[in-house]
Nanobody, 130 residues
Framework: QVQFVESGGGLVQPGGSLTLSCVVSGRSLDSHNVGWFRQAPGKDREGVSCISPNGADTYYTPSVKGRFTISRDNAENTVYLQMNSVTPEDTAIYYC???????????????????????WGQGTQVTVSS
């Protein structure tokens, strides 16, 4: 059974930092793109950052570029999202996902997983507030 388990969210003040983690069990991720998506109340889910299997190709949505850093540890089947200089607009539930189709990291984030994607985890809530 494939499971994606996100953690590391919480309440943080504007300008603060958080590191999110996503541990995957049941399948090796080392040959797939993986990425972070988020959904704020009343909004559609959006791709935040995605990374290729070897980490050489990354994508960041413009609103987080320069503030967030995605990384992965294939040996640990884990993906990270370092979030710096957070703002209230970063408040959302954050999810990780994989992409098995031969897409670039950019396309994965902009297109998102297919409607049939069945491995969304519970996500981790990030709230940015003073």
């Amino acid at each position: 059974q494939v499971q994606f388990v996100e953690s590391g969210g919480g309440l943080v003040q504007p300008g603060g930092s958080l590191t999110l983690s996503c541990v995957v069990s049941g399948r090796s991720l080392d040959s797939h793109n993986v990425g972070w998506f988020r959904q704020a109340p009343g909004k559609d889910r959006e791709g935040v950052s995605c990374i290729s299997p070897n980490g050489a190709d990354t994508y960041y949505t413009p609103s987080v570029k320069g503030r967030f850093t995605i990384s992965r540890d294939n040996a640990e089947n884990t993906v990270y999202l370092q979030m710096n200089s957070v703002t209230p607009e970063d408040t959302a539930i954050y999810y990780c996902a994989e992409e098995t189709r031969p897409f670039t990291a950019s396309y994965m984030c902009r297109a998102g997983p297919p409607p049939s994607y069945d491995y969304w985890g519970q996500g981790t809530q990030v709230t940015v507030s003073s």
